[in-house]
C-alpha cells in the first residue's frame, strides 16, 4: 500500500490540473508588461505628435515673433526677417547701455549662485545628518516661507539696506536673491543627501577622514546634479527679477537686464525693435545655461524624487 502511494505521488500532474494552475509570478508580470507595451504600440503616432506639435508651436511662436521684430528693419511689416539687420541690438547695446546692463546681471547672476548653493549645500547637510530638537519647526518655517511674496519684504529689506548703506549697490540685490532662493534650495538639498547612504561616510570615517574630508571626498561628488539644479534655478531667477533691482538700484549704472528692458518702453511710445532685441540679448545666457545643463537637471529631479 505504501508503495502504491508513493507510485501515485510520484506520478505527473493530469493536463487538467497543469491547465488549471497558477503561473508564476514573474509570468503574470511579463504578461501584463507586454500587454501594457502592445497597448501602447497600438495607439496611432499621429495622436502622440499632434498634441507635441501643437504645443511645440505654442511655444516657439512668441519667440519667433520676438526675433521678427529683432531682425527685420524698422517700419518693415513683413512675416520674414529679410533682409537681416542687426541696427537694433547695435542700438540698445550701445546707445541704451545693454552691455553695461548685462554684466551687472551676469555678477548678480554668478554671486547669488555661488551664495545659494553654498549655504543651501550646509543648511541642507545639516537636516539631514543631523537630529535637533526645533527641526520640524525649522523645516516648517522654511515650507511657509515660500508663500510670502517678495513684494510685501520690500519696505523691511529697503530699511534695512539703507541703514547698512547698501543702497545703489549690487551687494542688496545679491543678498535679497539669495534669502529668497534659500528656502527651497535648502529642502532641495537636504532631501539629495538623504539619497545618499551614511554607510558611505562612515566607511570613511573610520578610514580616517574627518566629517569634512570625508563629505567633500564621498558626499559632494554623487550631489553633483542636485547641485546643479539648483544653482541653475537661483541663476534664472536673479537673471529675470525684476522688482528688487528697480527698488534698490537707482543709478543707471548699477541697473540690470530687466530694468534695462523697462526703460526701453516710453510714455507714449515703445520702440518694438529696440525692445526685441533686447529681449533676445537677455534670453540668450539663459537658453544656453539650459542647454548645457539639461541632462544634470533631468537627473539632479529624479534623484531628489526617489529616496533610496
Known amino acids: 500500500m505504501t508503495a502504491a502511494l508513493a507510485e501515485k505521488g510520484s506520478s505527473p500532474a493530469s493536463p487538467s490540473a497543469v491547465a488549471h494552475a ?23 503616432r499621429w495622436q502622440i505628435y499632434l498634441p507635441l506639435a501643437l504645443y511645440l508651436l505654442f511655444t516657439l511662436v512668441p519667440f519667433y515673433w520676438m526675433l521678427l521684430f529683432a531682425l527685420r528693419p524698422a517700419g518693415s511689416t513683413a ?6 539687420t542687426f541696427e537694433h ?11 553695461m546692463f548685462f554684466q551687472n546681471s551676469m555678477i548678480v547672476g554668478v ?9 543651501a549645500l550646509a543648511g541642507g547637510y545639516a537636516l539631514a545628518r543631523f537630529e535637533f530638537r526645533i527641526k520640524n519647526g525649522f523645516m516648517l518655517a522654511l515650507l ?4 510670502i511674496p517678495g513684494a510685501l519684504m520690500l519696505v523691511p529689506l529697503f530699511e534695512i539696506f539703507k541703514n547698512l548703506q547698501m543702497i545703489n549697490s549690487l551687494g542688496s540685490v545679491i543678498i535679497a536673491e539669495t534669502v529668497f532662493q534659500l528656502p527651497l534650495s535648502i529642502i532641495l538639498i537636504s532631501g539629495f543627501i538623504k539619497n545618499v547612504p551614511v554607510s558611505l561616510e562612515e566607511a570613511a570615517w573610520v578610514d580616517g ?12 561628488p554623487l550631489l553633483r546634479p542636485g547641485l546643479i539644479a539648483v544653482g541653475s534655478f537661483a541663476f534664472v531667477h536673479s537673471w529675470n527679477h525684476f522688482l528688487f533691482a528697480l527698488m534698490f538700484l537707482s543709478e543707471q549704472d548699477k541697473q540690470t ?14 520702440d518694438l525693435g529696440a525692445l526685441a532685441a533686447g529681449g533676445v540679448i537677455a534670453a540668450v545666457p ?18 531628489g524624487a526617489v529616496k533610496g
Open 209 to 220: 577622514c574627518s566629517r569634512f574630508r570625508a563629505f567633500c571626498a564621498v558626499v559632494l
Open 144 to 147: 511657509c516661507s515660500q508663500f
Open 111 to 119: 554671486a547669488t549662485l555661488v551664495m545659494t548653493t553654498g549655504i
Open 22 to 44: 497558477p503561473a508564476p509570478p514573474g509570468r503574470r508580470v511579463r504578461g501584463r508588461a507586454s500587454r501594457r507595451e502592445r497597448a501602447f504600440d497600438d495607439v496611432p
Open 89 to 99: 541690438f547695435e542700438k540698445v547695446w550701445n546707445e541704451r547701455s545693454f552691455g
Open 286 to 303: 539663459v537658453v544656453i545655461v539650459f542647454a548645457f545643463i539639461q541632462k544634470w537637471l533631468i537627473t539632479g529631479f529624479s534623484a
Open 257 to 270: 537686464i530687466p530694468v534695462g528692458l523697462n526703460t526701453l518702453i516710453g510714455a507714449d511710445s515703445v
Open 79 to 84: 512675416l520674414l526677417p529679410w533682409p537681416l
